[in-house]
């Protein structure tokens, strides 16, 4: 089947970073908390609501030794600075004049709204297929983000055959699926069809984020069709890694239940709060760094196209979110061995495919731990780092010389 993919939509209208009015009163916060923890620091009492920037912390630090009116009016401008710089990012954000243009990916396979999408529709029919699966949580278009920020095109270039899970928003029937759903009725068929439409050619599963956790519940269910697995960022074990606050927020049944029962599925701006949370002050960083750019630059051209990205998300829906906040992150189940899928438990100690892991250097939405212990359960996997962070390893400007090349070259050992 072959038509143009309708799915991917430029952005018309920026509401990020969301939910807006958290990042601002996280920014706020933390400024404010320099301020407001000099009585304590004197005697090693800290307890701060949000952490402070780095800049902000150590003008605080400086000030509890020497309050003087010159430091104190520093530290009052310093935060001050802060806050009108984030602003200005945010407000730079909202008037970039790039938008993101459709690719336009032939589609081979479709079904709902999720639809297979041919990242090299003439390679030849024996070049080595690579059927990447993106996460259900953002667009699967950070795969493909842009000319020149595109791991679909670095691998075609390669001479290999992409092939891209689109997951689009979710339709009808999507919104009765859980993660078993996704796995049984969208990749396993998917994969069938790719494998019997090029019979010839070498198939590589490989998964981003998410997309991974449900990569290796595919693959252990069809590993005489498959010649590797490729885990990139994949969350496994996750009760690692995760500092106290993230925890806690993930760690409430009851809470998330009522949201899911109230709402009938996660929206978009609460999976925003979640991963505002592990890094409380990333908007005043990046938005603050964002104003200093060049505004025509391909630096901020790159910033506002991954910002689109992530915040052009779709809500999780009831069945998906339930398996991922009270059984993935509430029990652990994936870690040991409870995860179920059409019944049977998840085993990736059971794979005997060739395994690629690939965990970046640094990582707030999968801490290395977490990513590390899929490669402690399965057989002889491949380990590399990449030198950048979470979205930074898939779509930044280390990407290429990265995990692009780091997956490109190993893929292409595989016999």
Request: proline share 8%.
């Amino acid at each position: 089947m072959m038509t143009d993919a309708p799915h991917m939509k430029p952005t018309i209208r920026r509401l990020g970073p969301r939910p807006l009015a958290l990042h601002l009163g996280l920014a706020t916060t933390s400024v404010a908390s320099s301020f407001a923890t000099l009585p304590l620091r004197d005697r090693g009492r800290i307890d701060l609501p949000v952490p402070l920037p780095t800049e902000l912390e150590e003008m605080a630090s400086r000030a509890s030794l020497d309050a003087s009116p010159e430091l104190l009016q520093a530290l009052a401008d310093q935060g001050s600075g802060m806050m009108q710089e984030m602003i200005d990012g945010i407000r730079a954000y909202h008037a970039h004049p790039y938008r993101r243009v459709d690719r336009a990916r032939p589609t081979l396979w479709q079904r709902g709204t999720t639809a297979l999408l041919d990242g090299a529709p003439s390679a030849p029919a024996e070049a080595p297929l690579v059927l990447l699966v993106p996460s259900l949580v953002n667009p699967s278009y950070v795969l493909d983000l842009m000319p020149g920020r595109s791991f679909v095109d670095y691998l075609a270039a390669r001479g290999f055959h992409p092939v891209m899970f689109d997951w689009a928003a979710p339709g009808e029937e999507e919104r009765g699926f859980d993660t078993s759903s996704y796995i049984c009725q969208r990749i396993l068929p998917a994969l069938d069809y790719v494998a019997d439409l090029f019979p010839k050619a070498p198939l590589h599963l490989a998964g981003y984020c998410m997309g991974g956790t449900l990569a290796v519940a595919a693959a252990e269910r069809r590993q005489a069709r498959l010649s590797s697995l490729i885990a990139i960022a994949t969350p496994w074990d996750f009760h690692a890694g995760l500092d106290g606050e993230a925890r806690n927020l993930l760690d409430q049944p009851e809470f998330w239940d009522s949201i899911l029962t109230g709402f009938g599925e996660l929206p978009v701006d609460l999976l925003q709060t979640i991963f505002t949370s592990l890094d409380p002050n990333l908007g005043l960083r990046k938005f603050s760094r964002f104003a200093r750019m060049d505004m025509e630059s391909e630096q901020a051209r790159e910033f506002v196209a991954i910002e689109d990205w992530l915040n052009d998300g779709h809500p999780l829906v009831r069945g998906v979110a339930g398996d991922v906040l009270n059984g993935w992150y509430g029990r652990n189940e994936i870690q040991r061995n409870l995860w179920m899928i059409d019944g049977a438990a998840v085993r990736a100690q059971d794979i005997a495919l060739p395994s690629l892991i690939a965990v970046p250097e640094t990582d707030k939405i999968v801490p290395r731990p977490s990513a590390l212990a899929l490669a402690e359960r399965l057989p002889d996997p491949t380990v590399i780092t990449s030198p950048s962070g979470h979205v930074g390893m898939m779509a930044g400007r280390q990407a290429e010389e990265g995990l692009w090349r780091q997956a490109g070259d190993w893929i292409a050992t595989v016999r």
